[in-house]
């Protein structure tokens, strides 16, 4: 089947058939990794799983029609842009077409499938283009990013969009337990004591990569945060704290979570466009304060 080829990422599939039947599949996902890990394969099977007609516990057959068409890619409502062979980016033009065709509804399928590979490749203008349409989607419309360089695109696209993560060789680098110890006490005062500024951590003095890295480490969470309160615990990021991002996630509304992962998008775009790192943070910590709940960790 295809997507044996997907590596290190077994829960792909299966998270991808329960959101689709629970109608929460979410309208943008970044299908992240090394060149061929899955991806491509993994959003073909996407396509089958939303446009079969025989499916079996939501496996597609694999040769009705709607099947056979995605296979060959000849389905009228599931698209795939790439690079040309010689192209080293893609152009707004490409992408305009891509959003004008996702305006019209699906021709035979229930829905549009639209698939940008190689989606860190879009020039800024484009990326600029394609977000307003992640603002806006068009209805019954699924966009699927794929990338193995996702920095290299825009933090607000980052943010609107779910991570499914693929083919993560295992990383050589040593844990740093300082850093990771700083993370968890800005993570902890996120979740737990946002209504109380004047005990934010100070986070003046880091650098503004590892800033990048700390608002990088809130969006995640907080997404799995929202796949939970949406009730899809099958896509979060991390199983093994699955129990602990439960409990959290009862004491937020999704709007709250929305709110915050706008909120981290944005901090993180101010920093990395060297704006007074000391205003950023102060304004992050005094508006955390109005957006989700001041819960104490019990």
Not at 136 to 162: D, H, K, N, Y
Not at 218 to 242: G, P, Y
């Amino acid at each position: 089947m295809p997507f044996q080829k997907i590596a290190n990422r077994p829960n792909v599939i299966p998270a991808l058939r329960g959101a689709f039947e629970k109608g929460r599949l979410p309208h943008a996902l970044l299908f992240q990794g090394p060149v061929n890990s899955g991806q491509r394969e993994a959003a073909v099977e996407l396509a089958k799983i939303c446009f079969c007609e025989n499916k079996k516990e939501l496996a597609p057959c694999g040769s009705c029609a709607h099947c056979r068409q995605v296979n060959q890619n000849t389905h009228p409502d599931f698209f795939v842009l790439a690079l040309g062979d010689e192209a080293r980016e893609l152009k707004v033009e490409a992408i305009r077409d891509l959003i004008a065709k996702a305006n019209y509804k699906p021709f035979s399928a229930c829905a549009k499938i639209f698939v940008i590979d190689q989606a860190d490749r879009m020039n800024e203008i484009a990326q600029n283009a394609f977000l307003k349409t992640l603002e806006e989607p068009p209805g019954r419309t699924v966009f699927v990013l794929i990338s193995s360089s996702p920095q290299q695109l825009l933090a607000t696209i980052r943010s609107r969009v779910q991570t499914l993560h693929f083919g993560q060789a295992p990383s050589n680098e040593v844990p740093d337990p300082k850093r990771e110890s700083l993370e968890k006490t800005v993570l902890e005062y996120v979740l737990y004591n946002a209504n109380e500024p004047l005990k934010a951590p100070d986070l003046s003095k880091l650098s503004r990569e590892d800033l990048s890295g700390i608002f990088d480490r809130l969006m995640e969470f907080h997404r799995d945060l929202l796949l939970i309160r949406t009730c899809v615990a099958e896509m979060v990021s991390q199983n093994e704290k699955l129990f602990e991002k439960e409990k959290l996630a009862k004491q937020f509304s999704e709007d709250a979570l929305e709110d915050r992962i706008e909120l981290f998008s944005d901090m993180k775009e101010k920093i990395n466009a060297n704006l007074n790192i000391r205003l950023v943070l102060s304004f992050l910590w005094e508006t955390l304060a109005s957006v989700g709940p001041s819960n104490k960790q019990p």
